[in-house]
């Protein structure tokens, strides 16, 4: 698949993706507005209905509060009519009929004034005896006690229910002038107050019902009996109640806050299907607290809203969408042309060799001059690439060339430093010495070095050591050191301490550069197995014992190094060796091979690499055993430094082949 055809596909992706997922998320902000915006609503009118019943139950309150000052003000009267016609001495017939004249016009029921022990003296009925009130008790009840005895001067009763004539009524009494008796007025409950409470309260439910989207009202007393219940299904709706929808209106009255819930509360129900939100408020009673509430069920209905939503947004959708592709189409174009031209002058240029000609420069100007953005500066880059590359190519030949010629060299100069060293280590059979040393550089070549050859029939010369330095220049001072020792070693041997002063001298004279070496030399006497010996700073040799020991040999007179100080004294030694035994000398590239971990190998670990070696085994093994115990802890680490090793080991005094 092209790059034109990918680009063009993720950006559709995208497209594609993202216009209906902002489309979810609108939808959702959608319904949780439309959620938020009637619970609101229907919170305020929960609200406001709860107060206006809670007027309407105060207003039969407030007008039996008027009557019942109405009443007391008659029983007043008639209480001042009838002290002032007793004291006129009407008679009681005229005084009775007065009465009966009074409670005709102000349509009174009753009226009765008694004296101090509750008995009546006037009434306005005339068609009954005055025992009657006596008989049921009703003048003489304790409600009125306390104006009979002179301690109030006006009481209101309850709803009273006589028993004789199935009467009720209520009763408003006041104390006589002179305190010797009451007056009684009586008053039917008022009709008024019930067609408040019902028809009012019904019609004003009913009014809220068909002004607002609300789908049920109801409205409660403390006991959750229906006041007053309105619905679009009918007007006398449905008084029962749900064991949610009690429960909630029961925690609406516990709580005196108004609440809401939604019956299908999740996000599919409410936007797919007709889901309810129930909003509900306190009704509050005169003394403030709650003594009902009132109750909606509201409809939350997506189905419009969604309706639209999908018609618009996706017309709208759509119309983004092509609007999108044929935008992105020119935008793709204008990537991917460039591109493509950078894809086909590099190929042109791999076919070509590295060899740009004058179209491939001309496209590469073109597309770096006409663009500002990272494809120009890809194609500038590319420009600058291609112009410069030739020169590189030309240069990185001449530099593989000398480095192929310095390789050669160094090869050369490895051959000939290996040269320099003893090729062979073969012995006739009744030698009574055997030696074996190896050296590997740790580059192509070295600064370490060795060397034995006989002095005489009884003399055997040996050495080691370890110039400072690495590479050619530790090489050239390797092969200076090792010619020097040879000729001084000729020429003079009676002291190796001597040798190794003369040939400290001839360093330190021609050494420009500072370098010096470490060395170990002896010469060892083949009749008796003692090695004279002398050391200049090298490494603490070892000696393998006829029972199997690896003893580390101590420096009692050691040197320095050679080539640092030309006037340093140099100290002969003495190692003696018994028959079989063998003298063991290393450079540091021994005990300091380090592995992946930079641990070092060390004298320690040299040590018992050498008691595990058989007794009496050739000098060969000896070095085999040694090396193979450094490349196995080294493993695949790379060398830090040039390793030699050399294995001397006496045989005796006589010849080997003859014991």
């Not at 550089?441 to 070295?446: C, F, I, Q, S, Y």
Request: some cysteine; aromatic content about 6%.
């Amino acid at each position: 698949m092209t790059l034109r055809r990918r680009l063009f596909l993720l950006v559709t992706t995208i497209i594609a993706i993202g216009l209906p997922s902002a489309a979810g998320v609108f939808a959702y902000v959608s319904w949780h507005s439309v959620l938020e915006r009637t619970k609101r609503d229907g919170t305020v009118i929960a609200q406001t209905l709860a107060q206006s019943v809670t007027f309407i139950q105060l207003v039969p309150v407030a007008i039996d509060k008027i009557i019942d000052g109405n009443v007391r003000t008659q029983a007043d009267i008639v209480a001042q009519f009838t002290q002032l016609a007793r004291k006129e001495g009407t008679p009681a017939q005229d005084i009775n009929y007065a009465l009966r004249t009074i409670a005709a016009r102000n349509a009174i029921p009753e009226i009765w004034v008694t004296d101090t022990h509750g008995k009546p003296l006037f009434w306005s009925l005339d068609h009954i005896d005055s025992n009657i009130a006596a008989d049921s008790g009703l003048t003489l009840q304790p409600a009125f006690r306390p104006l009979l005895d002179g301690l109030l001067f006006s009481v209101s009763t309850d709803l009273q229910h006589r028993p004789l004539d199935q009467q009720q009524l209520y009763y408003g009494a006041v104390a006589t002038p002179d305190r010797k008796g009451m007056a009684l007025i009586g008053r039917l409950p008022s009709r008024a107050n019930e067609i408040i409470r019902s028809i009012g309260l019904k019609r004003m439910v009913d009014t809220v019902l068909s002004a607002a989207l609300i789908d049920t009202i109801w409205i409660f007393n403390d006991r959750l009996e229906p006041l007053a219940v309105s619905s679009v299904a009918g007007n006398d709706g449905n008084n029962s109640l749900s064991d949610a929808e009690r429960a909630f209106v029961e925690t609406v009255i516990r709580t005196s806050a108004p609440a809401s819930y939604l019956e299908k509360s999740t996000f599919h129900n409410a936007l797919f299907q007709h889901a309810l939100l129930y909003v509900a408020a306190p009704i509050f009673g005169a003394d403030g607290l709650p003594n009902g509430a009132a109750l909606m069920r509201l409809p939350v209905n997506m189905e419009a809203e969604m309706h639209a939503l999908l018609t618009v947004g996706g017309g709208v959708t759509a119309v983004l969408l092509l609007l999108a592709m044929a935008m992105a189409l020119p935008f793709l174009n204008r990537i991917v042309r460039p591109l493509s031209c950078l894809t086909l002058q590099t190929r042109r240029l791999v076919e070509q060799n590295f060899d740009p000609d004058h179209e491939m420069h001309a496209e590469l100007l073109k597309i770096s001059e006409n663009r500002r953005d990272e494809v120009g500066y890809l194609g500038n880059a590319l420009y600058s690439m291609v112009t410069t590359l030739k020169a590189y190519i030309a240069d990185l030949k001449a530099t593989t060339a000398a480095k192929e010629r310095i390789e050669g060299e160094m090869s050369a100069a490895r051959d000939i430093q290996m040269g320099m060293l003893p090729r062979t280590f073969g012995l006739p059979p009744d030698a009574r010495f055997d030696l074996h040393a190896v050296l590997e550089p740790a580059k192509a070549v070295g600064g370490d070095l060795f060397d034995f050859f006989l002095l005489d029939e009884r003399r055997l010369f040996f050495l080691i050591g370890d110039v400072s330095d690495k590479g050619v220049p530790a090489a050239l001072f390797m092969a200076m050191s090792k010619t020097l020792f040879t000729v001084e070693a000729k020429r003079d041997s009676s002291s190796v301490a001597a040798i190794m002063e003369r040939v400290n001298r001839s360093l330190c004279e021609n050494n420009p550069e500072g370098m010096f070496v470490t060395v170990f030399a002896g010469i060892l006497d083949l009749e008796n197995g003692d090695i004279s010996c002398s050391d200049g700073g090298h490494e603490l040799p070892f000696a393998l014992r006829t029972d199997g020991r690896a003893e580390m040999l101590e420096k009692k007179n050691g040197g320095l190094v050679l080539g640092f100080v030309a006037d340093t004294v140099y100290r002969n030694e003495i190692i003696r060796l018994q028959p079989g035994e063998a003298l063991v000398i290393y450079t540091d590239g021994v005990t300091e091979a380090m592995n992946a971990e930079h641990a070092l190998f060390k004298e320690e670990r040299l040590g018992e690499t050498l008691t595990a070696i058989p007794h009496a085994c050739a000098a060969h093994t000896i070095i085999e055993q040694v090396m193979g115990a450094v490349r196995a802890f080294v493993g695949g680490h790379p060398q830090s430094d040039d390793i030699t090793l050399l294995a001397l080991r006496w045989h005796g005094s006589e010849p080997f082949g003859k014991k």
